[in-house]
């Protein structure tokens, strides 16, 4: 039997923001994720926190950089908000999905959701012009997930 959890996809017509709409869909549950206890820490580090603000900063998730002769995708945002995130999956050029680790939780912290040195960088470097397109796959602690996908145009920084 499958562990059953719901993907919320935001599908836009006109690619305005104010006329997207959520679709509902039942998939499994990705491999070895639990679901974890949502209640609201006021530290933004569970789905039930963090899921509003990923859902209305959709267009800041990646951002690609053009950089000494190579391409680098950002996932600086996602990181950003990483606490209430169980997974991040990255497709490129509609490639399969493969998993981007995500760095831990500084629950220790005063700013659990902040990047540090220890992390290591939120980007990784691909061949010039390569990035064409790319999708990311989220699943949160509460194992809802939200996918978008970006045009390289969209999200290629001046």
Not at 14 to 39: C, F, K, M, Y
Not at 85 to 109: G, K, R, Y
Not at 119 to 128: Q, S, V
Not at 130 to 135: E, M
């Amino acid at each position: 039997m499958w562990d059953v959890f719901f993907v919320f996809v935001a599908m836009a017509a006109s690619g305005a923001p104010s006329e997207r709409q959520n679709v509902v869909a039942a998939v499994p549950a990705p491999a070895g994720l639990i679901a974890e206890d949502q209640t609201p820490t006021g530290k933004f580090t569970t789905a039930t926190e963090v899921k509003p603000i990923i859902a209305m900063t959709e267009s800041s998730w990646v951002a690609v950089r053009e950089w000494e002769g190579q391409d680098l995708i950002y996932v600086t945002h996602l990181w950003a908000w990483r606490c209430g995130l169980a997974q991040m999956e990255v497709s490129i050029n509609d490639s399969a999905f493969e998993i981007w680790p995500l760095p831990p939780c500084h629950v220790d912290t005063a700013q659990p959701n902040g990047i540090t040195d220890s992390d290591g960088a939120p980007y990784r470097t691909f061949d010039l012009n390569s990035v064409q397109n790319l999708s990311v796959k989220l699943t949160f602690y509460d194992l809802t997930t939200q996918e978008a996908s970006f045009e390289r145009k969209a999200v290629l920084l001046p």
